[in-house]
């Protein structure tokens, strides 16, 4: 079985085991994109999962401008329809919180992070093919959780027993990927995605490192997190340019 195709596998094993975990308030609506968004991230598995890979940058869980909208980690819509090259039809959650609507790729609203995260890796790699010949950009937690006013709930502010439900599932994930991939790196995108790879993997033959969020909510990001990304994988040994 070729990478890709264990890739898919794997991914909707991880959508069934995470939907398994019950959620109460302050959560009141949880978005699966590998759901209803299933078509255009099979499509960036297919496209950009083949391994081996040399390392693998890994988020928190989908921002509900990004991901949530376009099945792509980090999925800002102009850019992974320009430069990813993927854009498919994207259906809708079967419970919708009015304030925070699945729009897919008529999205208008800008996901920073993811903007400025494939904008950087556009421009030190060119192209995505040569981004994707050593990296992978694959997200800790696939779901998204908002409480009642429509404010997005990241998965550490879970309540411990679902944290620790919905963890469980996403490291098996987490292990089985970088096997399939070969991976000798994963690199959390902020803190909290580093702290889960260290457990994850502990005991393995994988490096885990930490860069900076590129968040606007991380204030050192909005002083040029591109900078702050090329000195932080210059100490961690991580060649730039691509190619």
């Known amino acids: 079985m070729d990478v890709a195709t264990r890739l898919l596998e794997l991914t909707q094993e991880l959508a069934r085991e995470a939907e398994s975990v019950v959620f109460a ?16 991230h099979a499509e960036y598995l297919r496209r950009y999962g083949a391994g081996p890979k040399e390392t693998v940058l890994l988020g928190m ?7 949530a909208q376009t099945g792509v980690p980090f ?3 102009s850019l992974v329809r320009d430069w990813l090259g993927i854009e498919a039809q994207v259906g809708r959650p079967e419970r919708e919180h009015p304030a ?5 790729f008529a999205c208008r609203r800008t996901e920073v992070s993811g903007q400025r995260l494939w904008g950087w ?5 060119g192209t995505a093919d040569r981004f994707f010949a050593r990296f992978f950009v694959v997200n800790y937690c696939p779901l998204v959780f908002m409480e009642a006013s429509g404010r997005n709930r990241t998965p550490d502010k879970l309540p411990i027993a679902e944290r ?14 970088t096997e399939v991939l070969g991976v000798k790196q994963v690199i959390g995108v902020g803190r909290f995605a580093a702290d889960r790879a260290s457990v994850a993997l502990q005991g393995r033959a994988v490096a885990v490192a930490s860069v900076p969020h590129p968040s606007p909510a991380n204030p050192a990001a909005n002083q040029g997190w591109a900078r702050l990304m090329d000195l932080r994988l210059q100490e961690l040994g991580v060649a730039l340019p691509c190619g």
């Open 25 to 40: 308030s302050p959560v009141s609506h949880v978005y699966n994109p590998l759901r209803y968004a299933w078509l255009p």
């Open 61 to 67: 869980n989908p921002g509900p401008f990004g991901m």
């Open 75 to 77: 999925g800002e819509v």
């Open 100 to 104: 925070r609507p699945v729009q897919g």
């Open 121 to 125: 890796a556009r421009e030190r790699c």
């Open 164 to 177: 620790e439900a919905l963890f469980l599932r996403c490291d098996r994930a987490l292990v089985a990927l």
